[in-house]
């Protein structure tokens, strides 16, 4: 038997959830068999629905990047990963990440040439 490599996903939604670390697959497996239910995936996670929704929106953003070709950023993941350990509220996370936004946005304008 010959060790080949793995295919290459076909479809774009394959290479991206491929693409995902295997626990964000699970996670998406899980809220599947939870039909879209974050109460009861909290439930079966053990935290609390705040926990499991900053944990989803962190997925959420890491397959916007994946689609889009983007590299997540990294202080909106840091953020979501405080909010998941329970260190951080998601509004702080929220306000933390607009006020950082706001300063890159500040120190780096546009260029309009």
């Given at each position: 038997?010959?060790?080949?490599?793995?295919?290459?996903?076909?479809?774009?939604?394959?290479?991206?959830?491929?693409a995902?670390?295997?626990?964000?697959?699970?996670?998406?497996?899980?809220?599947?068999?939870?039909?879209?239910?974050?109460?009861?995936?909290?439930?079966?996670?053990?935290v609390?629905?705040?926990?499991?929704?900053?944990?989803?929106?962190?997925?959420?953003?890491?397959?916007?990047a994946?689609?889009?070709?983007?590299?997540?950023?990294?202080?909106?993941?840091?953020?979501?990963?405080?909010?998941?350990?329970?260190?951080?509220?998601?509004?702080?996370?929220?306000?933390?990440?607009?006020?950082?936004?706001?300063?890159?946005?500040?120190?780096?304008?546009?260029?309009?040439?």
């Amino acid at each position: 038997m010959t060790d080949s490599p793995s295919p290459q996903p076909s479809r774009p939604s394959e290479r991206v959830f491929c693409a995902l670390a295997a626990a964000d697959q699970d996670l998406l497996l899980d809220f599947a068999r939870c039909s879209g239910s974050l109460k009861q995936l909290a439930k079966e996670h053990g935290v609390s629905y705040p926990t499991i929704r900053a944990r989803l929106d962190r997925l959420i953003a890491r397959l916007e990047a994946l689609e889009s070709g983007e590299q997540p950023d990294p202080m909106a993941v840091e953020l979501a990963s405080l909010v998941e350990q329970g260190q951080l509220t998601a509004p702080a996370a929220k306000q933390l990440l607009a006020q950082h936004r706001r300063l890159l946005a500040e120190a780096n304008p546009p260029n309009n040439s």
